[in-house]
């Protein structure tokens, strides 16, 4: 089952960030997103109506879901969407993949979990790839402040996404699903894009082009309400820190993609890089090791 889910959510994260980029252009990005989630939320509500699964969240859960629906349902996206705009979308992939590293340091800071040593040398690892990465891209670049920002939001988007993950997993230790959750917390994200938009008077328009089309009806369905769901059951199954290990893989699907629709050119440098993000996320979560075997001729029991 976990392997179901792992794959699930590789496989359609991967190829969600050129769907982002072909977003971009006519429809303000906080409308585009404020789309995506009104559809994503409907489509979750009428699956817990057809299903009979409880509707409303106890009132206890409030305070979570709408932090969960501004942390990850509406930074994390606005962060993304604008980053796209400068960064090519398997490089802003890369700075995501690193959601494992900030997962392991929220949970030591919010919920007292101990940071292992290798995920601290896997930290580094990632970090120093993610630079591996970025450097042939950022020649020519290094006093282009759009570039700069998009790698800040990117950034930023990360530890947003962090944080909804700590949430969802707060919220399935209540006992709540992530069907339940996830309806009503894209629900406040969509609410919170929609009241912002109006008040800075973004116009509310709607591109009928069929690649925008695609790219909402995609984003919103498989990407929202399947891959979201898919991944924060793994959150409540596994924990944020073991979960969000599938994020390693979202490059190598990404940077795949980019090179097809985007030009993305491959250097020794940047193979380099992916591998040192890779190779960094899986020495931070391989299992620990035993700190000490049992003496000879002493049997262990549970």
Known sequence: MNLALYLT???????????????????????????RFWIAALVLMLVLLVRRHQILPPRSAWRYLLAQGFALFCCNFLCFYYATN?????????????????????????????????VLGGAMLGLAGIVMLFLPSMRGHWNDSGMLAGL???????????????????????????????????????????????VLGMPFTFDASPRYMGALLYLAVPGSVIAFTAYLLLV?????????????????????????????????????????????????????????RAPAGVKLTS
């Open 236 to 292: 409540g199954r596994m924990g944020p820190d073991r979960a969000a290990y599938c994020t390693v893989l979202f490059p190598v699907v990404a940077l795949t993609v980019s090179t097809f629709f985007e030009g993305y050119q491959w250097s020794g440098m940047a193979l380099a890089g992916l591998l040192l993000v890779i190779g960094g996320n899986l020495l931070a979560f391989m299992p620990a090791r035993a700190k000490a």
């Open 86 to 118: 400068w960064v090519p979308s398997g490089l802003v992939a890369v700075v995501f993949s690193t959601a494992p590293i900030w997962n392991a340091i929220n949970g030591r800071i919010f919920m007292k979990r101990a940071i292992r040593k290798q």
């Open 9 to 35: 959510t590789v496989l359609i994260w991967g190829t969600t960030w050129i769907a982002i980029k072909f977003q971009l252009g006519v429809v303000p990005a906080p409308v585009s997103i404020a789309y």
């Open 152 to 198: 800040g939001l990117a950034l930023l988007g990360t530890l947003c996404f962090s944080t909804g993950n700590l949430l969802s997993s707060r919220m399935q230790a209540l006992g709540m699903q992530p069907w339940l959750t996830n309806t009503w917390a894209m629900l406040c994200g969509a609410s919170i894009l929609t009241i912002g938009a109006l």
